[in-house]
């Protein structure tokens, strides 16, 4: 007996011992206050600090045409690629991109023409070399070495597919009593909680005919997109399932919404709720929830788009906030009476989705300011 307590006493250490070496080699802070995407401060060659998105579903890593050319940075070959809204032309260049202590050296970078809120985008280079955990609650992403890292034993795990260095995973999607099952491509550049693309939604007859539904169209770096929102009844992935997530549908007759291969994708309306860790080497992924993991999907109920700054980027048709005279290009600067640089964007959009509250929303416009009452209401 005391030969079999030993032994058990001794596998117990030797578990925790594994857990104790599982230490990531870099630590970074992320800014994850903007639900999409998730936003990482870097240097190129030594530069000032820019801003990059961390995109998970980007085969390439990119700069901002005019960062490039103020740095210097020469090009050596032409490529086009396909984004949201279309094909895009890159040219390639290399360079050394540093956050804190980390570097990434003699980095392929493609170099285009991209929104004026963010400088670069950091993508499949960084996913391919480490094993990356972004934890959304505390704002942080970890970088492990591959054969030192050990996975947390409570955390979900579920099965990779990489294609094309696009890390992919099986799920399915539900509404009502019909599932349909496909490979999503997970995305952490997009807000959603699941994407369907068209041929893939056609093929299913999703959303169904009586479905409620919301159409929106959002901008990409290749153009504008159209797509088609709408209420399901869950989605799963591995052991972890969500219940009546909102779902979107490329309704655009081009770009990477109209792909035969994929079912769509996963974005940050799904992954913000847990601590996420990719593991291309062993294709695996694993999922930790945290305090959100269970709030309800919900989505604007104003009609006001905006962000990374305050500044309305549009106002759906017919919205709230239509009716309430707020305008394209006014500026958002309290609600509730509250600054909006109190608030920070995060809680902001939080404010605006909930169902039958009044909201007041003071804008700047022509240096004056308007306030406008929003009756909040979900939309389906």
């Not at 801003?51 to 085969?59: C, E």
């Not at 895009?88 to 392929?108: H, I, K, Y």
């Not at 959002?218 to 009844?233: D, E, H, K, P, T």
């Not at 600067?333 to 640089?341: A, S």
Request: aromatic share 8%.
């Amino acid at each position: 007996m005391f030969c079999r307590n030993l032994a058990c006493s001794l596998v117990l250490q030797s578990l925790c011992a594994i857990v104790a070496v599982s230490q990531p080699k870099y630590v970074l802070p992320i800014d994850a206050s903007w639900g999409s995407p998730l936003f990482i401060e870097a240097r190129l060659n030594g530069s000032e600090p820019m801003r990059f998105i961390l995109d998970s579903a980007s085969t390439w890593s990119m700069v901002r045409r005019a960062e490039a050319t103020k740095l210097g940075l020469k090009t050596d070959r032409s490529e086009t690629g396909s984004g949201a809204g279309g094909p895009f032309q890159m040219d390639f260049t290399r360079a050394t991109l540093q956050v804190g202590s980390f570097r990434l050296n003699d980095l392929e970078l493609g170099v285009t023409n991209l929104p004026a809120h963010y400088a670069g985008i950091l993508g499949a280079d960084l996913f391919a070399q480490y094993i990356v955990s972004i934890d959304y609650e505390a704002g942080r992403l970890s970088l492990y070495d591959p054969d030192k890292f050990h996975p947390d034993p409570g955390a979900t795990r579920v099965e990779l597919n990489i294609r094309g260095r696009i890390p992919c995973v099986p799920a399915s999607v539900a509404f009502g009593d019909k599932e349909a099952r496909g490979e999503f491509r997970l995305d952490t550049a997009s807000f959603a909680a699941m994407t369907l693309n068209a041929p893939f939604a056609a093929r299913n007859s999703l959303p169904p005919s009586d479905a409620s539904v919301r159409r929106l169209e959002a901008g990409s770096l290749s153009g504008a997109v159209q797509f088609v929102q709408a209420r399901a009844a869950r989605i799963r992935i591995g052991g972890a399932q969500f219940e009546n997530p909102i779902v979107q549908i490329y309704a655009s007759n081009r770009g990477s919404g109209t792909g035969t291969v994929l079912a769509g994708h996963i974005g940050n309306q799904i992954l913000r709720r847990f601590r996420v860790t990719f593991d291309y080497g062993r294709r695996q992924l694993f999922l930790e929830p945290n305090s959100v993991r269970s709030e309800p999907f919900e989505i604007d109920m104003s009609g006001l788009i905006f962000g990374p700054s305050f500044e309305v980027a549009s106002v759906e048709k017919g919205s709230v906030a239509e009716a309430a005279g707020i305008q394209k290009g006014d500026v958002v600067t309290r609600i509730d009476g509250v600054p909006v640089e109190k608030l920070g964007l995060a809680r902001a959009h939080d404010m605006l989705m909930r169902d039958g509250n009044q909201c007041d929303v003071e804008v700047s416009r022509g240096g004056g300011a308007v306030v406008a009452r929003l009756a909040l209401k979900r939309l389906f």
